[in-house]
């Protein structure tokens, strides 16, 4: 099946630091990927949608200066954690989408978690 | 919009016990996806199965079944003779023509031995 990576698994910062987070699709391109936030004990929120070459679209709520997301090509999109303040601890979650001739799924990478101190 | 509600918080069972896991969902479209993850201790999202709203034949695979019922929206999950790595947090999501995923709260299943 359609493999995605998410790089760093795990990362630890200062307040006030900023945190990329890079999201691959690793055998198929994709023109949308999405990228979703899970605080503990809770499920997962659709944070933004990423398409590539635009601009992304970003949920009710989510501070598109604070959490920038670029996709520069069909099988990259990073998403930085600008300034980041503890509350922004959490697990990001990014998923790619395919669509073919009878399939339209999503495929998730395997999580980044991010703990600000 | 759409919505989809995991009404249990959290389920435990015995070991060998047969447990259902409920999803109720809203959309207004008549064309959709609807989904069952495992998310482990681990964090990684495992996919289970994905249903299209034009086929509401019930699927079994091995111990897991679903029953969708567009009758009631739903579609719940059935795990049967537990076993302790069943043990996790299930997710039932939705996706329609916005094409975007919504995620239900999830129930948090503990199969205890």
């Known amino acids: 099946g359609a493999v995605v990576s998410q790089h760093p698994s795990r990362v630890i910062c200062k307040s006030g630091t900023s945190v990329k987070i890079e999201c691959r699709s690793l055998d198929f391109q994709a023109t949308t990927m999405f990228w979703y936030r899970q605080f503990p004990k809770k499920s997962l929120m659709l944070m933004a949608t990423s398409n590539e070459g635009s601009k992304a679209t970003y949920e009710q709520g989510v501070e598109k200066d604070k959490f920038l997301i670029n996709h520069a090509s069909l099988t990259l999109s990073t998403l930085t954690v600008t300034s980041a303040h503890p509350e922004d601890s959490s697990f990001y979650i990014c998923?790619?989408?395919?669509?073919?001739?009878?399939?339209?799924?999503?495929?998730f990478g395997p999580g980044t978690r991010l703990t600000v101190l | 919009a759409q919505k989809v509600t995991q009404a249990q918080t959290e389920i435990s069972v015995v070991e060998k016990e047969d447990v259902t896991l409920d999803c109720v969902y809203e959309?207004?479209?008549?064309?959709?996806?609807l989904f069952w993850y495992k998310q482990p201790p681990s964090g990684e999202l495992v996919f289970l199965i994905r249903r299209n709203s034009f086929d509401e034949q019930n699927e079994i695979s091995g111990r897991y079944s679903w029953n969708f019922q567009k009758s009631t929206s739903s579609f719940n999950f059935t795990i049967t003779a537990s076993q302790v790595v069943d043990s996790a947090v299930y997710f039932c999501a939705l996706s329609d023509r916005s094409n975007d995923m919504r995620f239900g709260a999830g129930t948090r299943l503990t199969v205890k031995p």
């Open positions: 998923s790619a989408r395919v669509v073919g001739l009878r399939t339209d799924t999503q495929y």
């Open positions: 959309t207004r479209d008549t064309t959709y996806y």
